[in-house]
């Protein structure tokens, strides 16, 4: 439909905001293939029979809290067309990041002390990596909206 559109309107308005359609249409995708990953992990944990700890759900659910907190500075950002302020953006980045490292900190230990076995060390580590990269995505969305108005 973008490609359409670029090709057929005499509005330069609209040709300009094509390209930032079209990457963050493209980031959208790789979100939701982030997010069957998520789901492709809980199902393989689901068919092992592996077991998270108690400490290992709540830190799954710190990470899934930062991304809903991140997608949703997102989703206002695109529904209303104003970026976020550059330093608001790097203060989600940071507050983010702190978080996550708190949470694989926290892994670390459970993997060193033993109390993670290997497999559910493999399939934690991979939910892990698809929510934060999840909120890597929404962050390039939030930059493209601030270079944009820059």
């Known amino acids: 439909y ?3 559109l670029s090709r057929s309107t005499k509005s330069p308005e609209i040709s300009y905001e094509i390209p930032g359609l079209i990457q963050t249409v493209s980031v959208l995708e790789h979100i939701g293939d982030r997010c069957e990953e998520v789901l492709d992990g809980i199902i393989a944990r689901k068919e092992a029979g592996t077991i998270f700890s108690d400490a290992a759900m709540d830190d799954i659910k710190i990470l899934i809290t930062v991304v809903a907190d991140v997608m949703a500075a997102t989703e206002d950002t695109v529904r209303s067309g104003q970026p976020l302020d550059p330093e608001a953006l790097r203060q989600i980045k940071l507050t983010a990041r702190n978080r996550f490292d708190s949470v694989k900190q926290a892994h670390f ?6 109390v993670c076995p290997p497999q559910a060390m493999m399939l ?11 909120a890597e995505l929404c962050w390039n969305i939030l930059g493209m909206q601030v270079r944009r108005a820059g």
């Open 109 to 114: 230990e459970r993997i060193s002390s033993g």
């Open 124 to 134: 934690f580590n991979d939910t892990e990596s698809a929510i934060v990269a999840i």
């Open 2 to 4: 973008l490609a359409v």
